[in-house]
């Protein structure tokens, strides 16, 4: 910190008639990367540190980094600087990626207050301080959440021997976390239905106690930040400098959608209930918010033949994970080398670490690790985390490093990692997230990999999913565990992909859902009642009722992070996203010369132009949302 505090004080100092490109704003620009690859070196551990010691420290010192970082960006003296700077010859004539980075930095201080009076100013940061404080500390309560349920054999009926086999035992009582290892094949699997209520409303009302306090104050705090900057609440705050642009035309995105799927969504309701008094003789009509999984997979099986537990037999870890490499390598042009222990540098021993080269002309261009499988303490869903973000520090290349967490099952004496398709798809969604850091090609950090708008950041993996649908794509990524050189068969494929879009329009209601929740929540007038407003739009966007008592607005990671008014993006993005894949649908999936394409255009542009720009040339027209209509059930 005091590294970085010297280098922008010294920038200040700069005379105006001495000041240039590469004395101002070139200086930010590394100094930026600079404390970006320190600020991730000290967070990361709180998020995969075996030790939770060490996460201990990580949070703490993070929190000093959050308040620090708040203390830099709110620096008038700093702002000043550049504003005299755009009004320079030097200033005026920057073009591209520089004059795009003067524009963001200079707005970037207006966001934060500067240019208001002193005393907004220092209220400004108060808040940002404060919300910093909050958000850490409703991340660090999930990651450390020890609830356990137990259950006899009798009350898990249905789920896999496998299943029982990994889980602890208290007695003749199976001990159950929330992890999603735990919980889900409970959710799906389970003929049970108090066991599956259990475990529904446990998860649902995780850190309720705490994190929602944690929420509601930090809504009140975006609001009155929003209203000192001149905005009406903290969502059009947010989505002044994102691809929507207003809140009413993400409202009208949202709205339009929950119309569109309205009837679609009813019918898929009604077929899993009338599968559900089918099964259980139960005629009470109602869907629980512990029934859906459990259904829509005894749906799958029993009407597409498609069991979750026979499949995963196809897609043993190792397998996949060298399967997909091999594709994403043909696709972009790449080389991936996994290091010897004895030269990785790791932080657990299940992490794998790859340098990545360039096929073309056999240039270094970084590093990934992959982080697979479940620890105590450690982040608990799948993302993918920038270590080191590539750029250009004073004329010289930072390479970019990456890491891929997730929670996959882990392997059992007799049986490798066995994935379920799900998993396989989200597998290819984060490792496309890593793609984006890997390919970029930014000069300057804040454009570096995925720092593009929130709202299409989603779009490149989204795309990347559609790949595990294919049929030459699963013959490369499966093999069953027993014999690798048996691949998925033609039977299994032809169901997975016609089962692909089973209730799919209840399932994006769901995602609507979500959406609508983050939305309401920051354009709100006054105090918000989180649990209240989580519930009823539950009950009448997701379509099916949650549970008295608990709140699952405090498990929503998202929106305490950099996803506030912002959930809506995994939809919007994926108009995008679907298409983006039709180009590679009508040329071959395994094109590498559209993949080359895709690589350059849109991965390592980052956010050196807007997006739009980006999807317009890749496409060579601008985009439509036909395919994306027909993908989520609504056409």
Known sequence: MTDYRKGLDQIVAVPAAQRTFDNTLGELSSLEGEWSVRYSSCYFPSQVSADKGLRDKSTALTEKMEAFNIEMDSREDLYRVFVEFSKTDAGKSLQGEDKRYLEKVINGFERNGLGLEPAARKRISEIKQKLSELSIRFSQNLNEDKTELEFTKEELDGVSSDYLQ???????????????????????????????????????????????????????????????????????????????????????????????????????????????????????????????????????????????????????????????????????????????????????????????????????IGHFYLDLFPRDGKYGHAAEFDLVKGCTIRGKKQNPASAMVANFTKPLADKPSLLKFSEVETYFHEF?????????????????????????????????????YEEEVLKIISGHYQDQSKTLPNELREKIIKARNVNEALKNRRQLHFGMFDMLLHTAEGRVDSQKMWLDCMSRVGMIPGQEGTNGAATFGHIMGGYSAGYYGYLWSKVYSCDMFLKFKNS?????????????????????????????????????PEAFLKEIGAQ
């Not at 930040?225 to 001149?230: F, I, N, P, V």
């Not at 255009?601 to 720009?613: E, H």
Request: hydrophobic share 35%.
């Open 166 to 364: 990994d889980r602890k035992m208290n007695g003749d009582r199976y001990v159950i976390t929330l992890k999603y290892p735990d919980l889900f094949p409970i959710l799906e699997e389970c003929r049970i239905a108090e066991t599956r209520k259990k475990m529904e409303f446990a998860n649902s009302a995780k850190c309720a106690e705490k994190n929602s306090p944690l929420l509601e104050e930090a809504i009140s705090l975006r609001q009155e930040e929003a209203q000192l900057l001149g905005f009406k609440n903290h969502a059009a705050y947010i989505l002044d400098i994102r691809m929507a642009k207003t809140t009413q035309r993400v409202f009208d995105f949202l709205n339009d959608l929950v119309e569109k799927l309205e009837k679609p969504a009813r019918k898929d309701i009604e077929k899993l209930l009338k599968l559900k008094e089918s099964e259980t003789k139960e005629s009470d009509g109602k869907l629980n918010i512990w029934d859906w999984r459990y259904f829509d997979n005894l749906m799958l099986q029993k009407e597409f033949q498609v069991d979750h537990n026979l499949i995963k037999d196809y897609f043993p870890l190792e397998k996949v994970t060298k399967g997909m490499l091999d594709i994403y390598q043909e696709i972009l042009g790449l080389k991936f080398v996994q290091l010897e222990s004895e030269k990785s540098h790791v932080w657990h021993e299940d992490v794998q670490q790859f340098e990545v080269l360039d096929v073309k002309s056999g240039n270094f």
């Open 432 to 468: 496309g997230h890593v793609m984006h850091e890997i390919c970029a090609t930014a000069k300057h950090y804040r454009f570096s990999g995925t720092n593009v708008e929130r709202d299409f950041v989603e779009a490149p993996s989204q795309m990347l999913e559609n790949w595990c």
């Open 588 to 624: 071959g999936v395994m094109n590498s010369e559209i993949g080359r394409k895709y690589r350059d255009i849109i991965l390592a542009a980052g956010g050196t132009r807007d997006a739009w720009d980006c999807v317009c040339d890749f496409l060579g027209r601008e985009p439509n």
